[in-house]
């Protein structure tokens, strides 16, 4: 009851409820902007992640190479390719093994030009990469493919090209003559123009029926690689013995962890950078309780004389003032969470709220990798910047509430 009057002090009583406020407003903010913050973060790491298992190998497996004895260069080509993928098919885990010709060249429509690389693999394994083949964010029919080409968004738009246009690919030194290499030329029709969900597949991939590629990169009777799926990516590193073990003595592998590592390091470490840095906020806005809890018992000075002489003792008047403290902790980390996470929720239309005020370049995917800014709000995050608001803001309370305390009841009436 005495913690509850203070709290509604008036401005004549010492202004006590304007700081008050401010704290409430200030661990408010901070709690929302840590949410917003963690929410984004894990959203932004799961649709990365996402976008590199839905469209990308889990694990690649290809040839360590034998020196040709003609021309003396490193032959790293599968030749018994369906063997090697019958045998790593057996492996507890795996769900997928497809053969794959890759190359890169040049796509060419009249006068616009765009480097891409090209995939070759069969239409019964291009239905089963979750990224590509869906239906949502793809134009033209997938059971087409094997009568032309499949392109990403990004490469359909840098060449002005959709479903049933026609696309010319050029391999530079494709075709041996007598007179030297010259490049191979041949126009396929776009069948498929699929969407992965980020910039550079979309702006770079071309998949080519795994026949075709086979010829156009004179790959005749061999595989450049293996691309396999697992059930389990996560655990990926722990089955790298057994696919060795079933792919052969002179297969490598290269895993999916491989290829992002680098980036998914930088995320680790700015995660944590962000935490703390954000952490510090929260403490700022927790020692404005401080200051609050301050003023209070200054203003209070004969009241807590008054108290002590009836007979409340020390520990009750720390009470008294940590729960003005803690209450104020307490409220404003509710505001704070629910602002928060409905920030979180509804982050699409008020992200495009702020993309239509900005003219479109509020977010940019050339520079960001994605289409748009995800957020997955998670318990553990919200329970962590829960713990961290209300323990900051339990640990400020006690170092004035045990002024209060201590204060000599016969300092606070003499002049009374």
């Given amino acids: 009851m ?14 006590v409820s304007v700081m008050t406020w401010i704290s409430l407003i200030g661990i408010t903010l901070a709690v929302f902007a840590l949410i917003v913050t963690l929410a984004v973060r894990s959203g932004f790491r799961a649709e990365f992640v996402d976008t590199i298992l839905g469209s990308n190998a889990h694990v690649t497996i290809y040839s360590a190479g034998e020196v ?27 769900t997928r093994v497809a053969p794959l010709v890759r190359g890169q060249l040049l796509a060419n429509v009249q006068n616009r030009n765009a480097g891409v690389e090209v995939f070759g693999i069969t239409k019964e394994n291009l239905k089963t990469i979750p990224r590509i083949a ?10 087409a493919f094997d009568q032309g080409i499949a ?16 696309v010319k690919i050029i391999l530079p030194g494709g075709v041996k003559t007598a007179f030297g290499s010259s490049p191979r030329v041949k126009a396929y029709d776009v069948t498929y123009v699929f969407s992965a969900g980020r910039y550079d597949i979309d702006r770079t991939r071309v998949y080519l029926p795994f026949a075709e590629a086979q010829e156009f990169f004179n790959r005749e009777g061999v595989a450049d690689e293996l691309e396999v799926m697992v059930a389990e990516p996560d ?18 592998l290269w895993t999916w962890r491989d290829a992002s590592k680098s ?3 930088a995320l680790d470490i700015e995660d944590r950078v962000m935490f703390v840095i954000l952490s510090i906020l929260v403490l700022i806005a927790a020692m404005n309780i401080t200051s609050g809890l301050i003023m209070l018992v200054k203003n209070k000075g004969r009241d807590i004389g008054i108290l002590r002489t009836m007979g409340l003792t020390e520990g009750s008047v720390l009470r008294v003032f940590f729960i ?40 940019d995917p050339a520079i ?12 553990w995050d919200v329970l962590s910047a829960v713990a961290l608001s209300l323990g900051l803001s339990f640990i400020v309370t006690i170092f004035p509430a045990r002024r209060a305390a201590r204060m000599n009841p016969v300092e606070a009436l003499r002049y009374e």
């Fill in 134 to 143: 869906n239906p949502e964010t793809s134009l033209g029919e997938i059971e």
């Fill in 324 to 363: 003005c403290g803690a209450f104020t902790g307490l409220i404003g980390t509710l505001f704070g969470v629910i602002l928060g996470c409905l920030f979180a929720i509804y982050i699409d239309p008020i992200f495009a709220l702020v993309n239509g005020a900005t003219g479109g370049e509020a977010w």
């Fill in 263 to 265: 980036f998914l390091d």
């Fill in 235 to 252: 655990h990926v590193d722990a089955m790298t013995e057994a696919l060795i073990a079933a792919a052969g003595e002179r297969a490598l």
């Fill in 68 to 94: 040709d004895a003609v021309t003396g260069r490193i032959d790293r080509t599968l030749q018994d390719y369906e063997e090697m993928a019958a045998r790593v098919r057996e492996v507890p885990g795996v």
């Fill in 2 to 15: 005495i913690a509850w009057r203070y709290l509604r002090a008036k401005r004549a009583e010492g202004g």
């Fill in 151 to 166: 392109i990403g968004s990004g490469v359909a738009r840098e060449l002005g090209v959709t479903v049933g246009d026609k």
């Fill in 368 to 379: 960001r990798g994605i289409y748009y800014l995800p957020a997955k709000l998670e318990l």
